[in-house]
T-cell receptor, first 113, second 112 residues
Framework: QQQVKQSPQSLIVQKGGISIINCAYE??????FPWYQQFPGKGPALLIA?????SEKKEGRFTISFNKSAKQFSLHIMDSQPGDSATYFC????????????FGIGTKLQVIP | DADVTQTPRNRITKTGKRIMLECSQT?????MYWYRQDPGLGLQLIYY???????NKGEISDGYSVSRQAQAKFSLSLESAIPNQTALYFC???????????FGPGTRLTVL
């Protein structure tokens, strides 16, 4: 059972365009929603994260939009650059002490010049 | 120096061989994880450990075992490797506060 559904699996965007990756979840106990960025040959690294008490979080060109009622969250990359080409994973963690992270399937983003 | 290190980085082995992948961390985190990454399947949790005396199975633990030798060390073993265990393996740690995962560089394992 895929608890965090991520789409699309691959995305091609022109340089300067907006990249949008969507995730949906079912478990209402999730209360921390990070996005990870993975470059080829490297491990994933935290990019940006949000908690459900806010609807949007922005860090530079990267923005998370969060819709608690729809149980959806998305990553927007503004002014996409070739250096943003990577695989992006959304994730979610429930509240409580001893809980593990659930990852989405990943989106391979290619930004073309 | 990297906070989470994995050895070896690449390994080619044959079906039936026993393989151990090692992970060390200098972040001082209690929580450690082993993930497997396959194209189109994302990151799948194999085992996780919330402290030295705690070991838990993840989604795909069959065919794998782990050992938490110390707070800083968590190793993954394939008792009898099979070709469909060919994948990229990642170790990760977290601090238990936000559960942000800090990943190692990965081990690419090929089972012939």
């Amino acid at each position: 059972q895929q608890q965090v559904k991520q789409s699309p699996q691959s995305l091609i965007v022109q340089k300067g365009g907006i990249s949008i990756i969507n995730c949906a979840y079912e478990n209402t106990a999730f209360d921390y929603f990070p996005w990870y960025q993975q470059f080829p040959g490297k491990g994933p690294a935290l990019l940006i994260a949000i908690r459900p008490d806010v609807s949007e979080k922005k860090e530079g060109r990267f923005t998370i939009s969060f819709n608690k009622s729809a149980k959806q969250f998305s990553l927007h990359i503004m002014d996409s650059q070739p250096g943003d080409s990577a695989t992006y994973f959304c994730a979610a963690t429930p509240s409580g002490g001893y809980q593990k992270v659930t990852f989405g399937i990943g989106t391979k983003l290619q930004v073309i010049p | 120096d990297a906070d989470v290190t994995q050895t070896p980085r690449n390994r080619i082995t044959k079906t039936g061989k026993r393989i151990m992948l090692e992970c060390s961390q200098t972040k001082g985190h209690d929580r450690m994880y082993w993930y497997r990454q396959d194209p189109g399947l994302g990151l799948q949790l194999i085992y996780y450990s919330f402290d030295v005396k705690d070991i838990n199975k993840g989604e795909i633990s069959d065919g794998y075992s782990v050992s938490r030798q110390a707070q800083a060390k968590f190793s993954l073993s394939l008792e009898s490797a099979i070709p469909n265990q060919t994948a990229l393996y990642f170790c990760a740690t977290s601090d238990g506060l936000t559960d942000t995962q800090y990943f190692g560089p990965g081990t690419r394992l090929t089972v012939l």
